[in-house]
């Protein structure tokens, strides 16, 4: 059975379930749900625990063998299972088959796995956990809903800001989440209760946002150019490689020419998608990128992309990193005004 992270509280008050799956990227929101969980067991004296962390040279036995040792008090027992991999191949999908068929009376299985695709969810280990119990999907705080989720986290301190200021302080800490739940119990420790002003937080919060190639992607294809201009600089702080930036960059100019080329023969948008393998909630942003941006100015991207690779590489001489930006900036605030005409 799935239920929603923000359902686990209520759904804990009404029963405890034998077995709760946890999984996602986001490592705060998981260790916050795992805490919630144990913690709820441990009022319902469930007193003891085992910790099984799975590796490659996990002896799934043990995890089987245990579970059918009762206590001899007869105390009831936690049994926290970790798979940081998410891949527990094919002697761990057995094992995890064969115990959610047989689950441990008097215990309650808290199984924490990362991000599991769709691949993997289709298996009959995953099928397993989720008709054998409570799973729980944790997704990532999105970041137009970080400032709520911030002001959510401030007001449990009793504390509160304006809303430009939220917006503030998500900026420094967007891409890591846990580094935001660090600096709002910052504040905590730091000012009193009540309303907390713009100085106030930005002497004590420092920039800790981390950004992926793949975010400077989604700013570029969302033509947010303040946004592409603070992440193409966190990653060269960061010392990320400009290749991987060029390449994830280049891969997209790509799908938006498969995208932009099917537009102008009046192809179906949900085809093109699929072709250019776009899913989920980026359908949209990328759909509308296609329409905003010409056909000429993709393709000259892709030009100026193979320019900037022989320059990371050496043979051309100029500022790799001054490029990306100029590239990336270009797409970012382009408008195709006759193809939006058109199409409206």
């Known amino acids: 059975m799935r239920i929603k992270l923000e359902q686990l509280s209520q759904s804990l008050q009404k029963q405890t379930a034998s077995l709760y799956t946890l999984f996602g990227n986001e490592p705060l929101l998981i260790l916050e749900a795992a805490d919630m969980i144990r913690t709820h067991a441990h009022q319902h004296e469930y007193t003891e625990r085992e910790v099984f962390t799975v590796d490659q040279r996990f002896d799934w036995s043990d995890l089987l063998n245990a579970g059918n040792n009762r206590s001899l008090f007869g ?30 009376p008097d215990t309650l299985t808290l199984l924490t796995l990362p991000r599991i695709d769709k691949q993997g969810q289709a298996t009959r280990w995953f099928k397993a956990l989720e008709t054998s119990g409570a799973l729980i999907q944790v997704y990532p705080i999105e970041r137009n809903q970080l400032p709520l989720w911030i002001g959510q986290r401030l007001d449990k301190q ?11 302080l998500a900026d420094q800490v967007e891409g890591n989440l846990l580094a935001a739940h660090q600096e709002i119990q910052k504040l905590a420790l730091l000012y009193p209760r009540g309303n907390l002003t713009f100085e106030q937080i930005k ?15 989604d700013a570029m294809i969302n033509a947010d150019s303040s946004r592409f201009i603070r992440i193409l600089t966190g990653l060269q702080a960061e010392g990320i490689a400009p290749l991987l930036i060029l390449a994830t960059l280049t891969e997209q100019i790509r799908q938006l020419i498969i995208i932009r080329k099917g537009l102008d023969t009046a192809q179906p948008p949900s085809q093109l998608l699929q072709t250019a393998r776009i899913w989920g909630n980026r359908q949209k942003s990328v759909q509308a990128a296609a329409k905003r941006i010409s056909l000429q100015v993709l393709m000259r991207g892709l030009s100026d992309a193979a320019i900037i690779d022989r320059m990371i590489k050496g043979v051309t001489q100029g500022d790799a990193w001054d490029e990306l930006m100029q590239l990336g900036l270009r797409l970012a605030l382009h408008e195709n005004r006759n193809f939006i005409s058109i199409v409206k």
């Open 203 to 217: 002497d004590a919060v420092l920039n800790v946002a981390r950004y992926d190639a793949f975010q400077l992607s």
């Open 75 to 104: 105390e009831r027992k936690i049994m926290d299972i970790r798979i940081p991999s998410g891949k527990p191949g094919k002697e761990g999908g057995k094992a995890i088959e064969i115990y959610c068929n047989t689950l441990p």
């Open 158 to 168: 009793q504390q509160k800001t304006d809303s430009a200021t939220l917006q503030f």
